[in-house]
């Protein structure tokens, strides 16, 4: 997936292309919408239109029809689940620097990624959480290397939202989010990992279930039927 590999303008279609398939063109999605709102937000929206299925399973976009600035010039345009996290750009900055900021606070904080680059990252994102074709395993750090043989980490950093230890990974054709276990999966003194793979609908995942001895479990539950906790959040 060099889109991931070699950010470009391009880079969040070709990507939806990849992993969704070809889809139809539609009409103009810009209609109605504030002139003044970025071009890269309007091209997502227009984009993710066109897959005809959601790209989007957890944290989601502001619908353009809601998308307004505060009295400050901040707009916010991108929203966590349960709504404990937001994310905007500040219109007046040409460089459209993301800030995010925890429900409950009023000062937003830099996150250190542009609009388009944010997009990217959570698009990516979401494809994992929203994969039918995956699974996950708890993998011993010591093992790591092995584990995400022939992956290449994406520049992306952990959301806001997110511990600070998650990354991104790809390769050729299929993703993987690595995370810290949730609380009670990992014995004391034990450190361990927390790895999604994920692959589009239409690509086998065997090969890397294989590797954790997982052959013929293609979705996350049956990967952690052996854990004797709650299933994980992926």
Known sequence: MDELLTIDPDSVGRFLRRWYGTVEGVGDLHLGASPHLP???????????????PVTFQDHPVSLRDLAPDSRGMLKF????????????????????????????VEWAGTGETLSHFLLHCTV???????????????????????????ERLKFEALASEEPQVKLWCNEDSLV???????????????????????????SIERYASRFGLEGMTTAEPACSEIPYEPPPF
């Open 78 to 105: 991108w929203v966590e689940s349960q709504n404990g996290h937001f994310w905007a750009i500040n219109l007046d900055d040409d460089t459209l620097q993301v800030f995010s900021r925890e429900d409950g606070r």
């Open 125 to 151: 994102r979401e494809a994992i959480i929203g994969s039918s074709s995956k699974f996950t395993v708890f993998v011993n750090s010591s093992e790591i290397n092995e584990a995400m043989d022939s992956f």
């Open 177 to 203: 989010r690595m995370a810290p276990p949730p609380t009670g999966y990992a014995e004391p003194g034990e450190q361990l990992w927390m790895l999604t793979f994920a692959t589009p609908s239409d690509s």
């Open 39 to 53: 071009s890269q937000l309007l091209e997502w929206h227009a984009m993710a239109a066109q897959i005809g299925s």
